[in-house]
């Protein structure tokens, strides 16, 4: 006997003629936050994602966001832009992606020379390995290992990125629809 109230509760794999209308999540928006453990940092994003491709076992989808950054001693506010493949048939997904971060600092104190440096610019290049849940109409969870390397200024910003490559991990949660 089945009962047509659990049938909704278990996400189910996207059809091989997967149409947009029916099945594939289009659009989410979501906060993310992604940790660097070594010197407690923490760069905030608010992100909307964009699924270009929706297939029975991957989807493609662009992000873009606005980041922010605000210290005592440091301010900056960014893009990241990034280009993301999901694997798997359901709404549990393995996530990997690669972008760029381009950020704006606004105020850097240097505690080398113990004053505020004039403004920088910078710019990342950022990859994310990890798992994703996804469903249409439904809530949006990620969470995962997201590198940053450092294309230019990663000297001048020492709260940010005192060398090239720099190991975070990211937890995003949000809404799609």
């Avoid at 278990?10 to 209308?21: D, F, L, M, S, Y």
């Avoid at 928006?29 to 923490?42: Q, T």
Wanted: aromatic letters at 16%; hydrophobic letters at 35%; charged letters at 20%.
């Amino acid at each position: 006997m089945a009962f047509p109230q659990q049938d909704d509760l278990e996400p189910h794999p996207r059809p091989k003629n997967c149409e947009v209308e029916n099945i594939c999540p289009r659009n989410t928006i979501f906060f993310e936050s992604n940790i660097r453990f070594k010197k407690l940092f923490d760069l905030n994003s608010i992100n909307w994602d964009h699924t270009l491709i929706c297939r029975e076992k991957y989807l493609l989808s662009v992000c873009l966001g606005a980041d922010f950054m605000s210290f005592k001693k440091t301010k900056c506010a960014g893009v990241p832009v990034s280009l993301n493949l999901m694997l798997g048939g359901g709404a549990l997904m393995f996530e990997t992606g690669i972008g760029l971060n381009y950020l704006y600092v606004y105020k850097n104190y240097d505690d080398a020379t113990n004053q505020y440096d004039n403004k920088q610019n910078y710019l990342g290049m950022i990859g994310r390995i990890g798992l994703r849940y996804e469903k249409k109409h439904s809530i949006f969870f990620r969470a995962g290992f997201t590198p940053m390397y450092s294309l230019i200024n990663y000297k001048k910003i020492p709260i940010l990125a005192g060398k090239r490559f720099n190991s975070m991990f990211g937890l995003g949660f949000g809404y799609t629809f």
